[in-house]
Each structure stands twice: as C-alpha cells, then as structure tokens.
C-alpha cells in the first residue's frame, strides 16, 4: 500500500508556482521521498528525491519538514506542460524494493 | 537521467494470441527490472520483479503463466502476455534501476495493448 497521502487535484495559473504537498506522516528514517510525475498515455517521469535535506534541480525543488512527516513538491514557474499526474512515493534506499504509487494529485496548469 | 526504452508502444492483437513486449536499459545496466500495469483512471500496479538470471517474482494475484518474463541481460527484459484476452487490454509500463548508481528507478514510454 502507499505510503502517502496527497489532494486529488489541484489547478495552478500558468506562469505561477505549484506547491503540491505530501503526507508521509508513517515513514521511516531510512526511506527517501520520490516524485514522479505521469503525462497522459506516458511513462511515469523521475523529478526528484530527498532524504531530508531540501532538494533542488532544473525542474523542481523538494521541501522536507523537519519531522519528515510531510513534503512539498514545487514547480517555480508552471508551463502547460506541467500538466500531470504527480506522484509522491517513499521508499527505503533498497535496490531491489520498487516504487509503489497512490493515486497520485492531477495538477491542471490553466492558461 | 537514464534512458529506458520500450517498444512497442501500442500494438492490437486478436484474443487467444500472444504479444511479447520488450523493455531495454539505453545507458546503464540494470539488475533488477519492474514490470506494471495501468487500467484508465487508475495508478499504476505492480506485476513482477525480475532480477537478471533468475526468475521474475510476481505480486499476488498476477499468473506467472500467463506473463512471461524474461530477463536474460542487464540491458532487456521482456514481458510475454499469452493466450491474451480482452480483459489484458491496458497500459503495460517497464522501470530498470541502474545497479550501481542512482536510486532512483527510470520508466519505459508504455506500451498500449488492445486484445481485440
């Protein structure tokens, strides 16, 4: 089962910044916490990850709380393109363990 | 990131025949590969894992015998749906991690199958 917990939907303007947030209140010191996002009719793609530390690269930046028990996920500047399913998964650093999804937060980037 | 590649990315076949999908790993080695499926509006669900030598484990309720998996090199896996109904018609998803590098798994394109 997932581990997580996040808003079914969410719509963000064009241009503005998307905070999706995560619940994760049950995980474990050794698990890490993965977004992917899902474009229609595609693969799931990798954005990130972070132990604890805030994380930052070219498409996102990841926000842990202090207690680990919930994340944010934002995107700076939302294209159209954003428009996804985004998935929050946490997951012990085990190479043999695989990614379990929930449903997952449909973001709608509006123009 | 690394590049997972899958093929065919849809493909329609009659019931009671066999579709053989592939799933190769451009860029790195993969020791361990999952394979998932995807009905509409749904998450994505584990099928199998599968090691390279050695048997695929399979979650419950998926039948071994009838998707095949073969993960004969670090760099290809390949799921075979036989005998396919059309209630196997859905969105078949492969991921590889790299062994040795980052943890972070890589997702196929998909592939649509329609058992008609």
């Known amino acids: 089962d997932a581990k997580t917990t996040q808003p079914p939907s969410m719509d963000c303007a064009e241009g503005r910044a998307a905070n999706l947030p995560c619940n994760h209140s049950?995980?474990?010191?050794?698990?890490?916490v993965y977004w992917y996002r899902q474009i229609h009719s595609q693969g799931p793609q990798y954005i990130i990850h972070?132990?604890?530390n805030n994380e930052t690269n070219e498409m996102a930046s990841l926000i842990i709380t202090e207690d680990r028990k919930s994340s944010t996920l934002i995107l700076p500047h939302a294209t159209l393109r954003d428009t996804a399913v985004y998935y929050c998964?946490?997951?012990?650093?085990?190479?043999?363990?695989?990614?379990?999804f929930g449903p997952g937060t449909r973001l709608s980037v509006l123009p | 990131g690394a590049v997972v590649s899958q093929h065919p990315s849809r493909v329609i076949c009659k019931s009671g025949t066999s579709v053989k999908i592939e799933c190769r790993s451009l860029?790195?080695?993969?020791?361990?590969m999952f394979w998932y499926r995807q009905f509409p509006k749904q998450s994505l669900m584990l099928m199998a894992t599968?090691?390279?030598?050695?048997?695929?484990?399979?979650e419950q309720g998926v039948e071994k015998d009838k998707f095949l998996i073969n993960h004969a090199s670090l760099t290809l896996s390949t799921l075979t749906v036989t005998s396919a109904h059309p209630e196997d018609s859905s969105f078949y998803i492969c991921?590889?991690?790299?062994?040795?590098?980052?943890?972070?798994?890589?997702f196929g394109q998909g592939t649509r199958l329609t058992v008609v």
């Open positions: 991921s590889a991690r790299d062994g040795t590098g980052p943890t972070e798994a890589f």
């Open positions: 049950t995980i474990s010191g050794n698990e890490y």
């Open positions: 972070g132990l604890k």
């Open positions: 998964i946490v997951r012990a650093d085990n190479y043999g363990q695989n990614f379990v």
């Open positions: 860029d790195f080695q993969a020791t361990t």
């Open positions: 599968s090691n390279e030598g050695s048997k695929a484990t399979y």
